[in-house]
């Protein structure tokens, strides 16, 4: 059997190379009898297209698709993604609460979860299923038994659980649709700048226990709801990323509460929002912070995933997890390009040592996180340097932020600003005699080499590209 929707001459939508590579290479593992594939493609890859595109092909050919997805927002996108690639109205039905796009006769039905558990399953000749690293939950699994015929694709950012464990209960392949990487050289992406802070303002998790994947929640709100940790986040922000639009990542309600009060008595607009917030004082609250009305968001859960606004452009992370898939999650909502603003993570929870850097490459597998790549998870995955305290990949050997020599096989700097500058000079891709126009990087490391390498963040500019400056 061929996949529902990949044949035929029709090309809906301009695909990514990329993306036609993804569909084709699902195509090809369905041809040869797979019957469950879980493509995995960083936020900002477009999944939203390529599902659509392949949903409205399968519809132009009479077939019957099912796209699932637990949160409403999910469902808004894939609906109106559908639309524009030119999929007639009656032809999509929504299955979600008393939603008025009920249609049963649809073609494609875009489903809530928690509204199809206890409703009756429509026909489906293809089910998707939207951050799929969800599909091991009892709800997706009693959906997924009622189509024993059906090509399921699932669909992920982040291909784990959330203790940790892999998706071949689900899934019998895995396709990546593009590595982040990629994404970032391709422009599709921005690379972000990863600062964290001295050990001693980082929560101390010693008394922390782990459970089913993660850190005791309660535990861990104690443990960072602390009047310094969260002081240090604000001022950490003020002198690095003020003025950024902000999402903060917190543990409980209360640290998000907190953190917000914080920065309030700091006369930042902040607000904070969480499951519990109704909808439309969240989509008021989304809106103030688009228009830059709002600055920061202290947030619990409910903006990890799926959701998508570009100029947000610093993410802070507060909670400490032990899941990378979470600690992605969380990155990946400031990665989309935006005016050419870069983009800011300010790590007060310790993730990107811990988890990497969030452009790092990384082997995803079916049976459980990176292991061919990783077989030593408790290694740290990323230095941290000493006085910028850029999180920086493992090999770095000067701080491409303050020019401080961090080790490695080159003998350490000497003390005169002069060693410095050439020493940083033959470490740095620069040629020996550069031309008189090519002189910022130079003066960068001059200042660093007067300041006896200690340059904040500033040197490089990161002002100019804020949006309260612009
Ligand atoms: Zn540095």
């Not at 600062?195 to 104690?222: C, I």
Request: charged share 25%; with cysteine.
């Amino acid at each position: 059997m061929l996949l529902p929707g990949l044949d035929g001459p029709r090309a809906p939508v301009r695909l990514r190379p990329y993306q036609a590579r993804a569909i084709e290479t699902l195509r090809a593992h369905v041809e040869r009898g797979v019957r469950r594939v879980l493509l995995v493609a960083p936020t900002g890859a477009g999944k939203t297209v390529v599902a659509a595109s392949i949903m409205e092909a399968a519809a132009a050919r009479g077939e019957h698709v099912l796209f699932l997805a637990h949160r409403r927002e999910l469902i808004q996108q894939t609906y109106r993604k559908l639309l524009e690639l030119g999929v007639c109205e009656d032809d999509v039905g929504v299955i979600m609460a008393s939603d008025r796009r009920r249609r049963p006769a649809a073609l494609v039905q875009v489903a809530s979860v928690d509204t199809l558990r206890a409703r009756a399953k429509p026909r489906a000749d293809l089910v998707f299923v939207d951050e799929a690293h969800r599909a091991e939950a009892r709800t997706y699994k009693a959906i997924a038994a009622a189509y024993p015929d059906a090509v399921h694709v699932g669909l992920t950012a982040t291909p784990y659980r959330a203790d940790g464990k892999g998706l071949g209960g689900s899934y019998d392949e895995l396709v990546v649709v593009a590595s982040t990487r990629e994404l970032i050289a391709d422009g599709y992406l921005v690379e972000p700048r990863v600062l964290t802070v001295p050990a001693s303002s980082l929560p101390d998790l010693s008394r922390v226990r782990v459970r089913g994947g993660d850190y005791d929640e309660k535990a861990l709100g104690d443990a960072v709801n602390q009047r310094a940790l969260v002081g240090n986040i604000v001022e950490h922000w003020l002198q690095h990323a003020a003025c950024a639009r902000t999402v903060v990542f917190a543990v409980s309600i209360a640290h998000s509460r907190h953190v917000v009060e914080r920065f309030r008595e700091a006369g930042v607009p902040a607000e904070h929002l969480d499951g519990g917030t109704p909808t439309g004082d969240r989509d008021a609250l989304l809106a103030r912070l688009e228009r830059g009305e709002t600055r920061v968001v202290g947030s619990v859960g409910t903006l990890c995933e799926g959701w998508d606004m570009p100029s947000v452009k610093c993410a802070i992370l507060a909670r400490p997890t032990k899941s990378t898939g979470l600690y992605l999650q969380q990155a990946g909502r400031i990665l989309r390009p935006w005016e050419g603003i870069g983009a800011l993570i300010l790590d007060h929870a310790g993730c990107a040592v811990e988890h990497g850097l969030p452009q790092d490459d990384r082997v995803f597998t079916l049976d459980g996180v990176e292991k061919a790549a990783d077989p030593k998870r408790k290694q740290p995955r990323a230095k941290t340097c000493p006085s910028c305290f850029a999180v920086l990949p493992l090999g770095t050997g000067v701080c491409p932020l303050c020019a401080t020599f961090l080790g490695g096989a080159t003998a350490p700097l000497r003390e005169t600003a002069d060693t410095l500058v050439e020493a940083t000079h033959a470490l740095l891709p620069l040629p020996r005699a550069p031309p008189p126009d090519d002189r910022g990087v130079l003066d960068v490391l001059r200042r660093a080499a007067r300041t006896g390498g200690r340059l904040g963040w500033d040197a490089f500019d990161v002002t100019q590209a804020s949006p309260a400056t612009r």
